[in-house]
Structures are given as C-alpha cells and as structure tokens.
C-alpha cells in the first residue's frame, strides 16, 4: 500500500493501529521479529517507538528500537527475548543482521515511513538488501506526505500493484497553517549573515506572547550552531540540533523541547519529518530548503491536528529560485510580508553603502587619468632642450647616442630599471666618466 496524507493528520496511528491488531494474534520468537519499521532518522524511529507504547497500553506486546548511538548490547538482550514491533534505521538494522544476533524471515508486515526521503538519502542500496532478507509474502506499507513523480517511480519496484491511498492532494501544506515570506536584500554582501540573523530575532520579537516555541530551521549544520549561539547571546532560549550531535544530546535537547524547558529549536532538515510536537506555534524557515518537497515537511510541525499554526521564510535573493520552486510545489502564492526591520520592505529600502562605491572608483578613475596627463609633460622637456642644447661629438655616432640618452636617465627616480636600460648607460661613473673611455678603438689606436 502506498499512503500519502498530509503531515499532521496521523500517519503513524494509521499504520500502528492495524499492525497492533493483526500482531495480537500470535506471539513472538527470538531474534524473529514478526513486523518491521524502518525510519530515515533517529528521532522519527524514537517518535513511532513512543507511539506505539501508548498505543499498546493493554496490550502484552514487545518492541525494540534499534538506532545508532545506543548500546548494541541492550538491543541484543531485547531482541534474543524476542519482539512483536522492530522499530530501526536502515544502517544499524544490518549491522545487527551482520553480528549475527537477528533474522528477518518472520517479517510479516514492513512499513516504509517517510518512504521518498528514505529513497532520496542514499539508503535504496540497503532497501534493497533488507527487502531480500524479509519474505516474498510479507505486506509492505509506505507512508509519506509528498511523492515526487521519479520517487514514486522506484517505489514501483518494491512494491507488487500497490492500493494507493491518498488523503489529500500531495505536497500541500495544512489551512490551519498561516504562511508568510520576507524577502531580504542585505546592505553588503560580507553582513548578509548577520542581518540576516537580526531580521530573524525581529521576526521572532514581532510574534512576541503568541510565539510560545518554534523550530527554526537551516540547511547547513553549520548555520545551525552559529544560529544559536546567536540567540543565545542575545538572551533567547534555544538549542541546536542535527546529526553530527551526540544522541543522548539530541533526545535530551527534543526532550527539553517537547517539556518546554527550551523555547526555540535551531534545527537541520533531521527534525523537518515525523516529528510530533504538538504545540509548535510557529516555525521559522531561516534558509529556504533547497527542495521544495522539505518546505511542506517543516511547516508541517506546526498546525498539527487542526491547531493553528503560523510558519515564516526568509528569502534572500540566491534563494529566489528555490523559493519559486516551493510555490510551484504547492500551487499557491506565498504572502509577502513587510521586514520588521525598519518598518519596510528590506528589498525595497535605499542602500546607501551601494551608492557610495561608485562615487569612490570615478575618484579613483580621476586620479589615475591626472597622472596619465600630467606625466607627457614631464617628459616633454627633456626629450626637447636637453638634447638640443648637450654637445654631441660629431666623429662618433655611438657617442652621441650616448650623450642624448644621459640625460632622460638622469632624470629617472633612482632604483633598479629594466634590463634593457643598465645596459645602454655606464653605471658608476656619471659626470665624472674619462673622455679615452668614450672613444672609439680606432681614434685611441690612432692617440
């Protein structure tokens, strides 16, 4: 089956629910794990795993959660007692199936979520393996909120003439959710970053009481912590989060997020999916996510199950395409809204900095055309009377040529010349220089 639904409306209890049902049935055996789950994230796989405790309250049904960062020997003892529900990422799922400690041919039922990230993330070589250990009869489930036409493609070759059940239109965001766009030009390219961040906090500061927490998200890891830290320095509550941090660092910050006890979650693309906190007010798209099919999954963290939800972009000109790339995505034109910065529209106010640099090169382009003028001039006396008025001897040509260079070297700044200079004049001796030295080897013969 291939399910698409929006995010926010439910996917996880629609394939959790059946799944409880059918497992109750029968009983699970070591090492032989009787449905399967696989996740693109730590945080998405933590999150069904939390669900299904609650869904199986009454129920004496067993899971385990298989995820990087995490012992692999408590996995071990989990999975030799034998489980009903395998909740796992892709990578640490073969790991474990190559140490020895678990085999895949119980699988009755194995669900895909978030199945187009899964099979845009470089994961379709250990689909594909993991696909081979599980039985032929197994049932196969994938979930997602957006399909792009090339993914749906290869999910033809995993599943067998799927039903296909779609909830709404894919890759469109909730109506409960008010969107917004600031398009922001800075004044120089070398403070682009750090208006940028000032028109964040402007953002987040014009929300004021209404902004109860927010995810803010970027694309970079990098921008991720600078972020932060520039909030935290000016005094807001936040916290970074994206794959090069520690697990346990990653669950306690969610965690803190989830309690209350941190406002603002600075985050990579590894939260914008699956991710379920109920009580986001707003999230902030602090860089425009390079595929447009993210956009829908990160304002899909607020708005969830009918509540309201406000979601902000901002876009700086090298993200204009990208950002014409979501509307398309959606069909639908994202408000414009004014930069709290200044009261007005960032891509429309005066740039004065801009306007002064090209006062500065005509300067610099005047100064260089007076030197050009000025420097014939200079040169112009002593090509003409010098060589006039100097006394030539008449016998000896070379002489002579001699004599009418002299003076324009002499005139010459001193330091070294080029080449061709040092060796038409006698270096070293001046005015002061022998007339034998000047003769020729006929007239000194002669002498």
């Not at 700086?316 to 004014?338: M, S, T, Y």
């Not at 001039?377 to 260079?405: F, G, I, M």
């Given at each position: 089956?291939?399910?698409?639904?929006?995010?926010?409306t439910?996917?996880?209890?629609?394939?959790t629910?059946?799944?409880i049902?059918?497992?109750?049935?029968?009983?699970a055996?070591?090492?032989?794990?009787?449905?399967?789950v696989?996740?693109?994230t730590?945080?998405?796989?933590?999150?069904?795993?939390?669900?299904?405790?609650?869904?199986?309250?009454?129920l004496k049904?067993?899971?385990?959660?298989?995820?990087?960062?995490?012992?692999?020997?408590?996995?071990?003892?989990l999975?030799?007692?034998?489980v009903?529900?395998?909740?796992?990422?892709?990578?640490?799922?073969?790991?474990?199936?190559?140490?020895?400690?678990?085999?895949?041919?119980g699988?009755?039922?194995?669900?895909?979520d978030?199945?187009?990230?899964?099979?845009d993330?470089?994961?379709?070589?250990?689909?594909?393996?993991?696909?081979?250990?599980?039985?032929?009869?197994?049932?196969?489930?994938?979930?997602?909120?957006?399909?792009?036409p090339?993914?749906?493609?290869?999910?033809?070759t995993?599943?067998?003439?799927?039903?296909?059940?779609?909830?709404?239109?894919?890759?469109?965001?909730?109506?409960?959710?008010?969107?917004?766009?600031?398009?922001?030009?800075?004044?120089?390219?070398?403070?682009?970053?750090?208006?940028?961040?000032?028109?964040?906090?402007?953002?987040?500061?014009?929300?004021?009481?209404?902004c109860?927490?927010?995810?803010?998200?970027?694309n970079?890891?990098?921008?991720?912590?600078?972020?932060?830290?520039?909030?935290?320095?000016?005094?807001?509550?936040?916290a970074?989060?994206?794959?090069?941090?520690?697990?346990s660092?990653?669950?306690?910050?969610?965690?803190?997020?989830?309690?209350?006890?941190?406002?603002?979650?600075?985050?990579?693309d590894?939260?914008a999916r699956?991710?379920d906190?109920?009580?986001?007010?707003?999230?902030?798209?602090?860089?425009?996510?390079?595929?447009?099919?993210?956009?829908?999954?990160?304002?899909?963290?607020?708005g969830?199950?009918?509540?309201?939800?406000?979601?902000?972009?901002?876009?700086?000109?090298k993200?204009?395409?990208?950002?014409?790339?979501?509307?398309?995505?959606?069909?639908?034109?994202?408000?414009?809204?004014?930069?709290?910065?200044?009261?007005?529209?960032?891509?429309?106010?005066?740039v004065?900095?801009?306007?002064?640099?090209?006062a500065k090169?005509s300067r610099?382009?005047?100064?260089?055309?007076?030197?050009s003028?000025?420097?014939?001039?200079?040169?112009?006396?002593?090509?003409?009377?010098?060589?006039?008025?100097?006394?030539?001897?008449?016998?000896?040509?070379?002489?002579a040529?001699?004599?009418?260079?002299?003076?324009?070297n002499a005139?010459?700044?001193?330091?070294?010349?080029?080449?061709?200079?040092?060796?038409?004049t006698?270096?070293?001796?001046?005015?002061?220089?022998?007339?034998?030295?000047?003769?020729?080897?006929?007239?000194?013969?002669?002498?």
């Amino acid at each position: 089956m291939l399910g698409i639904a929006q995010t926010g409306t439910g996917k996880t209890a629609s394939f959790t629910l059946p799944m409880i049902t059918l497992l109750a049935r029968g009983r699970a055996r070591a090492r032989m794990p009787r449905s399967l789950v696989l996740c693109p994230t730590r945080e998405l796989a933590a999150q069904v795993a939390e669900n299904f405790d609650v869904y199986t309250k009454h129920l004496k049904l067993t899971k385990a959660l298989l995820i990087g960062g995490v012992s692999f020997k408590e996995q071990e003892q989990l999975i030799d007692k034998g489980v009903d529900v395998l909740i796992a990422t892709p990578g640490r799922l073969l790991d474990h199936f190559e140490r020895g400690k678990l085999l895949l041919t119980g699988v009755q039922i194995m669900v895909v979520d978030e199945a187009d990230r899964m099979l845009d993330m470089g994961f379709i070589p250990d689909i594909e393996r993991i696909f081979s250990l599980t039985p032929f009869t197994r049932q196969t489930l994938f979930f997602s909120a957006t399909m792009a036409p090339e993914i749906e493609r290869i999910t033809n070759t995993f599943l067998s003439a799927p039903e296909r059940v779609e909830v709404a239109r894919q890759a469109t965001a909730s109506e409960t959710i008010e969107q917004g766009a600031v398009f922001f030009k800075a004044s120089r390219k070398d403070r682009e970053a750090s208006e940028k961040r000032a028109v964040l906090r402007a953002l987040i500061d014009k929300e004021g009481d209404a902004c109860t927490n927010a995810i803010i998200f970027c694309n970079r890891k990098v921008d991720v912590d600078i972020v932060a830290k520039s909030l935290k320095k000016y005094g807001y509550n936040a916290a970074p989060l994206h794959g090069d941090l520690d697990q346990s660092q990653r669950m306690r910050t969610l965690d803190g997020f989830r309690d209350g006890s941190v406002r603002l979650l600075i985050a990579s693309d590894v939260a914008a999916r699956g991710l379920d906190v109920p009580s986001v007010s707003h999230v902030f798209n602090f860089d425009v996510p390079s595929h447009a099919e993210d956009y829908v999954h990160r304002i899909g963290r607020t708005g969830r199950a009918g509540r309201q939800g406000k979601a902000f972009t901002i876009v700086v000109p090298k993200d204009e395409k990208n950002f014409e790339a979501v509307e398309a995505l959606i069909q639908k034109d994202i408000p414009r809204i004014d930069s709290p910065v200044r009261g007005t529209p960032v891509s429309d106010a005066p740039v004065p900095q801009d306007e002064e640099k090209p006062a500065k090169r005509s300067r610099s382009r005047s100064r260089r055309t007076e030197r050009s003028e000025a420097a014939p001039k200079v040169d112009a006396a002593p090509k003409t009377e010098p060589v006039s008025e100097a006394p030539a001897p008449a016998p000896v040509p070379e002489v002579a040529e001699r004599q009418e260079r002299a003076p324009r070297n002499a005139e010459k700044p001193r330091g070294r010349g080029r080449k061709g200079e040092r060796e038409s004049t006698v270096v070293g001796m001046g005015d002061h220089m022998p007339e034998f030295i000047a003769l020729s080897f006929e007239q000194r013969r002669a002498s």
